[in-house]
């Protein structure tokens, strides 16, 4: 038995890219090949598209691949969440019929977790799916869906049993988002944008085995999607990246990565562009004056402070420690960094900070700061569950007695959302 | 940069805490701060010869044991932990600092040994009325003789002048102007015509004293013309061992606030259930752990010889500063009446983050010394 050390790898891989790999070919045809030699996902199983390798390879082969500039699988979006959940709780039937087309990308998925009534409390969701002795028939709805408008595929997280308590009365579903009974609205933000969508559900129907794992399962599953939620949040950037290569295959990608990264345009303000503040400060001319310096410098210390701890919690995943609660205290660093920018951008724009558009300073790009930055502070936790988390799990420190334990029919709600 | 501590590392730590747990347990500190002396000359001993630690950065050639400054890091934090009562930070940081900063190899060869064995203990007198660590600041005079130099002038703040027996003052050539004329001197203590006085001060742990010199004989330590430089790294590599004591002080503070908050019954439940209180821990956590990670990567730097040392000591002095002050001000919070007390313990650290936020130049300081490191790198 050969031992599999990277070089082996390497060369096995290089090899057969020598051999395989060509700019002119169709993109969906090209990852047809790579999901049946299983160099797309070569962590994956043998028996599902993959080649059952160890993660720890998975560098040195993309490394290999970016070498001669070798297109992947289809990655970015939510559809590796979608892969990572049907492999590890989906029915073989689910994985014959799904992992290929993500992996093609020529299935497009969307997340269907959060709610108007539920958002830090997720587990509070009322969206409901009822068997009807043929179907589940889906109702309610869903809100802050990335790219549910160009959807086939949704992950739903829906309440099954009004008698159990909340966790345990909700189930996870795939459900076909092209049919009748869906309906898809942009929201729009208060930056403007409208990157997410709410979703309403009217009599959706979802067929039997397109329930994931058991009724009552759907808690669980989730926080498996949750899991690789905050692990693919660093790899955006990277797949993100458009090619300037020149061939057919690359043209393709280029008009599916700018399809997918379109709603991630703001990001970038959002988390409070800490490198334009000493650019600006100089362009202003507030570098002299003495408290914005301390401000400045009070950022820049704190950005950098950040940095290193979002290094060293790499750092250690590396070592193969779990990832932690620990994420939750770079989450909240990130919050401060993207808050304290801000500040000094207005700070350092002056009276200009009121203008937006082509009136403002570089284009809007301040005023887009200004404007995105809040959402730093909520998105994908808001800073208060942060901090409990980070009070609970990692200080040890007493939980907060709970009111909705019981029937989740008694638990208090919000009221439905006027349309 | 270094971003985990080696098992070693992580050992040395282990033997350091429990060493102060057992030789420098609250009641000690509480009784050392009231004496005039400040330090339990047994325990000093032991701390100097059994563990080795006041030579720990020292090269072995000079009777050190040859670490880096990450170790000497460790052992801070846990001293900051502990409130240890001793001359270590005068000793050991700042006076051995000027000596590998500022000393030629005679020098160092035959001043060293003694402090890094602790028989001696050494300070580095600097700052005067104006309470300034710069080179700028440096007024007392010296004046060139026959077999050397005599001193005249006065230094305030020196952290534990009052026992030292080994002074390195921060003189001016007579007469002289800029950075040229600033050197480095030893006087030995006691001596005639100087005159020490013990500072009524907020933080009775560390004790500090006045200086006052009249003609004063000293010898001049280094090469003429390299004290400034020699004293602002000697500057840098402190604030960097200060931050680390700090953040040590910091957590346990944290720490210690967490457990009461768990115990503490008000309103039928632990004051700790309430997100009033979890909130205010939580971001006292990434307080601290911001500050470790810049005190951390700043001793790295230092251990690597890293040019970005200046920078990243001022850095993790900001950063030190306000986590340790934040820390403790909360800490006190958090205990409610009773963290008023002063049988509760918390305003020993109080006191401690009070005085350490000041000493080598506060937050406000530091941060305009980043902002122009900064600015000059790009």
Redesign the interface.
């Known amino acids: 038995m050969t031992e599999l050390t990277e070089q082996v790898v390497r060369e096995d891989v290089r090899h057969w890219l020598a051999a395989n790999w060509d700019p002119e070919r169709s993109l969906v045809e090209w990852r047809n090949q790579l999901a049946d030699t299983g160099w797309g996902m070569p962590h994956w199983p043998q028996a599902w598209l993959g080649r059952g390798l160890p993660v720890a390879l998975l560098p040195a082969i993309e490394a290999e691949f970016e070498a001669i500039g070798a297109v992947g699988v289809a990655r970015i979006g939510i559809r590796l969440l979608a892969a990572a959940t049907l492999l590890e709780h989906g029915s073989d039937g689910h994985k014959a019929r799904f992992l290929r087309r993500i992996l093609t990308g020529e299935d497009t998925w969307c997340q269907l977790f959060s709610e108007p009534g539920s958002g830090s409390d997720l587990a509070g969701a009322t969206t409901r799916a009822d068997f009807d002795g043929v179907r589940w028939v889906v109702n309610g709805q869903k809100l802050w869906t990335t790219s549910a408008h160009h959807s086939q595929w949704g992950l739903l997280l829906a309440r099954t049993d009004w008698d159990l308590p909340k966790h345990a009365g909700m189930s996870y579903f795939i459900i076909d988002m092209t049919q009748p009974g869906i309906e898809v609205q942009p929201l729009r933000q208060m930056n403007g944008y409208a990157s997410f969508n709410q979703v309403f559900f009217s009599d959706a129907a979802v067929p039997p085995e397109n329930l994931v794992g058991k009724v009552g399962d759907g808690w669980k599953i989730a926080m498996t999607t949750l899991a690789h939620e905050r692990r693919g949040a660093d790899a955006l950037r990277r797949w993100g990246r458009v090619s300037d290569r020149q061939g057919h295959i690359y043209d393709e990608e280029r008009q599916e990565i700018e399809t997918v990264m379109e709603p991630y345009r703001w990001y970038a303000q959002r988390a409070g562009r800490v490198d334009l503040v ?1 650019p600006r400060a100089h362009e202003t001319g507030r ?1 002299a004056d ?1 408290t914005v ?2 401000e ?3 950022l ?3 950005s ?3 940095e ?2 979002a ?2 919690a790499r ?2 995943k590396e ?1 193969g420690r779990p990832e932690g609660p620990e994420g939750s ?1 770079g989450k ?2 990130a919050s ?1 960094v993207a808050r304290a920018a801000a500040n000094v951008h207005r700070r350092v724009s002056g009276a200009s900070a009121m203008l937006a558009g082509t009136d403002g300073p570089h284009d809007g790009l301040i005023a887009e700061i200004l404007l995105s930055v809040p959402a730093t502070s909520i998105a994908g936790g808001t800073d ?1 569950i ?3 988390i ?3 799990r ?8 709970r009111l909705d334990t019981g029937p989740f029919r008694d638990v208090p709600r919000n009221p439905p959302r006027a349309r | 940069m270094r971003f985990a501590f080696t098992d070693e590392q992580e050992q040395f730590r282990t033997s350091v805490r429990r060493f102060l747990r057992d030789r420098s347990p609250m009641t000690e500190v509480r009784r050392l701060m009231t004496t005039p002396k400040g330090y339990d000359p047994t325990v000093w001993q032991q701390l100097g010869q059994e563990l080795g630690l006041a030579g720990l950065q020292v090269p072995v050639q000079f009777g050190g044991q040859g670490f880096g400054f990450g170790e000497l890091g460790i052992a801070l934090e846990e001293m900051g932990r502990a409130l240890l009562c001793a001359p270590f930070f005068a000793s050991a940081v700042f006076a051995t600092e000027a000596l590998l900063n500022g000393a030629t190899e005679s020098e160092q060869h035959a001043l060293l040994p003694q402090i890094a064995s602790g028989e001696r203990i050494a300070t580095l007198a600097w700052a005067e009325h104006d309470g300034r660590w710069e080179t700028s600041s440096i007024t007392l005079s010296a004046t060139e003789t026959r077999d050397g130099f005599v001193l005249n002038g006065t230094k305030n703040f020196v952290i534990d002048g009052h026992i030292a027996d080994c002074i390195i003052v921060a003189g001016r050539i007579i007469n002289s102007f800029g950075d040229d004329g600033v050197a480095l001197f030893v006087v030995d203590a006691p001596c005639s015509g100087l005159e020490r006085r013990l500072l009524e001060t907020i933080d009775t742990t560390r004790k500090q004293a006045e200086l006052t010199f009249n003609q004063v004989p000293a010898r001049r330590l280094g090469h003429a013309g390299s004290g400034a430089a020699a004293l602002r790294r000697t500057a840098d590599h402190a604030a960097v061992a200060l931050s680390c004591e700090m953040v040590g002080g910091a957590r346990v503070l944290l720490e210690n606030a967490v457990e009461y908050a768990g115990l503490r019954m008000q309103f039928g439940r632990p004051v700790g259930s309430f997100q009033a209180i979890k909130h205010k821990c939580a971001d006292l956590l990434l307080d601290v752990e911001l500050a470790n990670a810049a005190a951390c990567c700043a001793a790295a730097a230092i251990a690597e010889a890293d040019p970005e040392v200046p920078a990243l000591a001022a850095l993790a002095k900001a950063c030190a500063s306000e986590a340790y002050l934040r820390a403790a001000t909360e800490a006190i919070q958090i205990h409610g009446g009773i963290g008023f007390t002063w049988d509760q313990d918390t305003h020993l650290w109080f006191k401690r983050a009070q005085s350490s936020a000041v000493m080598l130049g506060d937050a406000s300081y530091h941060r305009e010394k980043y902002l122009q490191y900064v600015e000059a790198a790009v």
């Open positions: 000493l570098l003495p310096r301390q400045i410098s009070r820049l210390m704190l950098r402070c950040a290193w701890l290094h060293r750092h250690a070592l205290l909240l660093a401060n208060e942060q901090r409990n980070i009070a609970e990692v200080l040890d420190m007493p939980k907060e007695p």
